[in-house]
Structures are given as structure tokens and as C-alpha cells.
């Protein structure tokens, strides 16, 4: 990335895209998680990996630097879960939902993944980087919407040191380069202090200094806690 005028994510060449998913290959957790959620899913899939349950965007500069390098991917179509339409995304809602730079895409699925290929939201699945309303980075909370599918959103003490110094590094230099993707994560942060004080929730969060916090959704003022007292969901709870 060095010595180049990059204004977006479309920007980075394939060297560039490999080096961030070298740089961002620690697995979560010591435990596969995959087999914790998977017996819940049921289509036998971990959440994550189940096209059917969540469709991965990626940035277009990954869609063009994975295509010759694996098949593992495709431009989701949208009829993937047509053997079961009651699982059946919308495309138009969700395709409206993609920032611009970023296409959806669907993979072979995890009895075929080839890890060293996995996009971006992939590896940062059920995360995304906290940033408050005054524009600082904290750290990691997580999608709400797959609290009830995904085993480590209720088993948050099991995320590894090294899976979140990562996920912090790796984030820290892609808001360096290009402010719209920390502004697109500033706005979801902010969508999410919405959504939390509409229900009188904390919201956890994995702080990038280490540690554990639940922050008010109102003051944003965080409280530091033991992982063991962070909320569990059902079926995990």
C-alpha cells in the first residue's frame, strides 16, 4: 500500500487485499465455534457460514484479486436457499443495504471453505469496530441480529487476545486510509446506540486496550466488567 494514491477500498490491488488477510487470520476463539452453533442451525451450518442466514459483502478489490486465486467464491445470485423459501433473502433490500465499493457474494459453503480466501467479513463476522459519537474506535461489539444464532456473541470471554489485536490493527489501518469506511461504521455504531436504548440494553463491547465493558447507549459512559457478567441469549444461555 505503500507509495500509491488510494481514495477507496476499490483502490487496493490484490497484494494489497492478501496482505490485509495475512494480517488478519487469528481464529476467535480456542474452540471452534462453528461446532457450537451448528447443532442450533437447522440446516447443520454454523450461522456464519450459511448463505441462508447471512450473505457476506465484500469489497469489489477482494471480488477481483479472490477470482483467480480460488473458486470458492460467487456474485450471490439470490436463489441459493431456494430449496427453502421461507429463508429466502430479499435481494433488493439487502443489495440496497451494500455500501457503494462492495458486492455480496455467496461461497461453496463451510465443507469446501478454503480459509486463506475468506473475504473480510468473513473474518471480522459477528464484529464490527465500535466508534463512538465523538469519532473514536474503541473496540469490537458485535451485529445484533445474530445474537440468537451465534455462539460467541453470548460467549464473549472466549474471543482471543490475538483474534482482537488483529481485528483492531487491521482496522486501524484500513480507517487510516479511507474515512468513508470508518464513517460507515461510525453511522452502524450509532444505529446500534439507538436500537440499544430503545430496549434499555447496554451495549457489550471488547475494548481495544484489553478488557471487557458494558456502555449506556444514552452517556455513552462504559462500565468495565468480568466477562461473566456480559449478557447470554438463548439457546446459549
Avoid at 484489553?210 to 468495565?224: D, K, Q, T, V
Avoid at 456480559?230 to 446459549?236: A, V
Wanted: proline share 8%; hydrophobic share 35%; net charge negative.
Amino acid at each position: 500500500m505503500k507509495n500509491r494514491i488510494l481514495r477507496s477500498p476499490a483502490d487496493l490491488d490484490s497484494d494489497d487485499i492478501h496482505e490485509l488477510y495475512t494480517n488478519f487470520n487469528a481464529p476467535i476463539s480456542g474452540l471452534d465455534c462453528g461446532k457450537m452453533c451448528a447443532p442450533h442451525n437447522p440446516n447443520g451450518k454454523p450461522f456464519c457460514c450459511d448463505i441462508c442466514a447471512a450473505v457476506p459483502a465484500a469489497h469489489i478489490s477482494e471480488w477481483k484479486a479472490l477470482q483467480p486465486v480460488t473458486n470458492l467464491w460467487h456474485t450471490w445470485r439470490g436463489d441459493e436457499c431456494a430449496e427453502d423459501p421461507s429463508t429466502t433473502k430479499d435481494r433488493s433490500r439487502l443489495e440496497a443495504s451494500v455500501p457503494d465499493g462492495m458486492i455480496l457474494l455467496a461461497c461453496l459453503g463451510p465443507q469446501a471453505c478454503q480459509r486463506p480466501y475468506r473475504v473480510l467479513s468473513c473474518r471480522q463476522f459477528p464484529f464490527f469496530p465500535y466508534v463512538t459519537s465523538d469519532y473514536r474506535f474503541l473496540g469490537l461489539s458485535y451485529d445484533w441480529e445474530f445474537e440468537n444464532s451465534c455462539w460467541v456473541i453470548s460467549n464473549l470471554g472466549q474471543v482471543s487476545d490475538g483474534y482482537r489485536e488483529e481485528f483492531v490493527t487491521t482496522h486501524d489501518r484500513l480507517f487510516a486510509l479511507f474515512q468513508d469506511e470508518f464513517d460507515n461504521y461510525a453511522a452502524r455504531s450509532e444505529e446500534m446506540r439507538e436500537h440499544f436504548a430503545a430496549q434499555r440494553r447496554r451495549i457489550a463491547l471488547l475494548h481495544r486496550n484489553g478488557g471487557f465493558h458494558l456502555i449506556s447507549p444514552a452517556s455513552e459512559r462504559m462500565r468495565r466488567v468480568d466477562p461473566s457478567m456480559l449478557p447470554q441469549h438463548p439457546p446459549y444461555r
